[in-house]
């Protein structure tokens, strides 16, 4: 039973039915409309959380380490890969250059003009890519275009002395680190 105070009266009388029914339907209608809303909200915090774990998910799939590396230098099937290994721990002082940090660049390269390239464009002086992977992706295609020829570690040396290196002892570094850090075991 309801009850309704009458002030003419000074009291608590009974409701009327209609009244039941308008103050039982108004309950029903917001416990609904606020279950409603809970819902969706949490539904919306749902989708949220996933486009959330997508984001991480992809941050960590992109982020880059030694072996993610080693393993997409295999992949890409790229020649001399401890070489190559030993080039980009030169040019990014083993990956903490803000070239590499800023531009995703393992290899200190510039914007490739006559050759397909992956870069997005030329940022503080070298190129840039979305990712670190673009950035190797674009010197399997290097390799593609001027290394075909080359069989042998020696042949590959030669030629990074006479067109790639701007140090004289540049290739004497490569091999240093290549031993120093034991690339070759890595492949």
Same mark, same amino acid.
């Given at each position: 039973?309801?009850?309704?105070?009458?002030?003419?009266?000074?009291?608590?009388?009974?409701?009327?039915?209609?009244?039941?029914?308008?103050?039982?339907?108004?309950?029903?209608?917001?416990?609904?409309?606020?279950?409603?809303?809970? $819902?969706?909200?949490? =539904?919306?915090?749902?989708? %949220? &959380? *996933?486009?959330?774990?997508? #984001?991480? $998910?992809?941050?960590? =799939?992109?982020?880059?380490? %030694? &072996? *993610?590396?080693?393993?997409? #230098?295999?992949?890409?099937?790229? =020649?001399?890969?401890?070489?190559?290994?030993?080039?980009?721990?030169?040019?990014?002082?083993?990956?903490?250059?803000?070239?590499?940090?800023?531009?995703?660049?393992?290899?200190?390269?510039?914007?490739?003009?006559?050759?397909?390239?992956?870069?997005?464009?030329?940022?503080?002086?070298?190129?840039?890519?979305?990712?670190?992977?673009?950035?190797?992706?674009?010197?399997?295609?290097?390799?593609?275009?001027?290394?075909?020829?080359?069989?042998?570690?020696?042949?590959?040396?030669?030629?990074?002395?006479?067109?790639?290196?701007?140090?004289?002892?540049?290739?004497?570094?490569?091999?240093?680190?290549?031993?120093?850090?034991?690339?070759?075991?890595?492949?």
């Amino acid at each position: 039973m309801f009850y309704k105070y009458d002030s003419d009266k000074l009291q608590f009388v009974k409701t009327k039915l209609a009244h039941k029914i308008a103050l039982g339907t108004v309950i029903v209608v917001s416990l609904i409309a606020f279950s409603a809303g809970r $819902l969706l909200r949490i =539904k919306a915090l749902d989708e %949220q &959380e *996933k486009e959330l774990l997508v #984001l991480n $998910l992809a941050a960590e =799939k992109n982020k880059f380490t %030694q &072996e *993610k590396f080693a393993a997409e #230098l295999e992949r890409l099937n790229v =020649k001399f890969p401890h070489i190559v290994m030993a080039q980009s721990i030169i040019e990014t002082g083993h990956w903490t250059s803000n070239v590499f940090k800023e531009n995703h660049n393992l290899f200190g390269m510039k914007q490739a003009t006559v050759r397909i390239n992956t870069a997005k464009g030329t940022q503080n002086g070298h190129a840039y890519y979305d990712d670190w992977y673009q950035s190797v992706y674009d010197y399997a295609f290097y390799q593609c275009r001027y290394l075909g020829g080359i069989s042998t570690e020696e042949d590959y040396y030669a030629y990074l002395r006479q067109n790639y290196a701007e140090a004289s002892n540049y290739v004497q570094v490569l091999k240093n680190v290549v031993e120093k850090e034991k690339l070759k075991d890595l492949f």
